[in-house]
């Protein structure tokens, strides 16, 4: 397997035909993750596959009794009745393996016939304080002219000047060039720690996209416990990452 090389490994053949997927990898915040860890668990997804390369940190993430891989694969039904996969990762991935990325994630929701892809970030507002509101606006853009109908039909705000980064931009730039349907969600964060109220707000705007209730009450009522929580799992992996790995990977944007 070549260094930069991402291979994405099914456990299992799981029918994901017109299926939404979520494409959860860390940015401003960790909007990203803590929204798709969200949806696992308000979901009930369960593990169908994980996304492996030589470049990822050497470690397993415990949970529950578990060892689970650095990024992961979930899958199952919202309770509208559609299908639903969820790629999720605490770990930011080196700026040389973000294409490949892309293009992973993209060949396998092509391949499986999926229908739309969601990628949530998080966005640094010039000279507006953040940390100072109790909840954080979100935009969103699409990849098509259909993805873009889609959006204005549910009046969702579009984001229409700037630059994204990472996973997502390059998602985005996929999407147009193979005429597939991506969203990328865009919700004000605060850039020095994670942002479960801006989470909550992306999870909003996916809610809209997909026709899905998505109770995010919870999200907001613990936003403080699963901030120390992420901020704790942040300094213990990192002693490992920077033990197991030379040089050091970006964790956490």
Not at 142 to 155: F, P
Request: charged share 20%; glycine share 8%; aromatic share 6%.
């Amino acid at each position: 397997m070549h260094m930069d090389e991402v291979k994405i490994i099914d456990f299992e053949e799981v029918d994901l035909q017109d299926a939404t997927v979520i494409a959860g990898f860390p940015s401003i915040g960790l909007v990203s993750t803590i929204a798709a860890n969200y949806l696992i668990d308000a979901l009930n997804l369960r593990q169908i596959g994980s996304v492996n390369s030589p470049q990822f940190p050497a470690l397993s993430v415990v949970h529950t009794g578990e060892p689970l891989s650095p990024v992961r694969i979930y899958a199952g039904e919202h309770n509208s009745g559609g299908k639903i996969a969820v790629f999720v990762s605490e770990f930011k991935p080196k700026p040389n393996l973000i294409n490949a990325i892309s293009d992973a994630i993209m060949k396998w929701a092509t391949d499986k016939h999926c229908k739309l892809l969601i990628s949530p970030e998080g966005m640094v507002v010039e000279g507006k304080g953040v940390e100072e509101e109790q909840t954080a606006e979100a935009y969103a853009i699409g990849s098509t002219e259909r993805a873009r109908n889609m959006l204005t039909s549910k009046k969702i705000a579009q984001f229409k000047n700037g630059i994204i980064a990472g996973v997502s931009g390059v998602l985005l730039n996929r999407g147009k060039q193979c005429s597939f349907d991506v969203v990328s969600i865009l919700a004000e964060a605060h850039p020095n720690y994670p942002d479960a109220r801006a989470a909550a707000a992306a999870i909003n705007v996916m809610g809209l996209i997909m026709d899905v209730e998505i109770n995010v009450t919870p999200l907001y009522e613990e936003s403080e416990r699963i901030e120390r929580q992420l901020q704790k799992f942040h300094k213990q992996a990192k002693p490992m990452v920077s033990a197991t790995q030379s040089p050091q990977p970006g964790m956490y944007g």
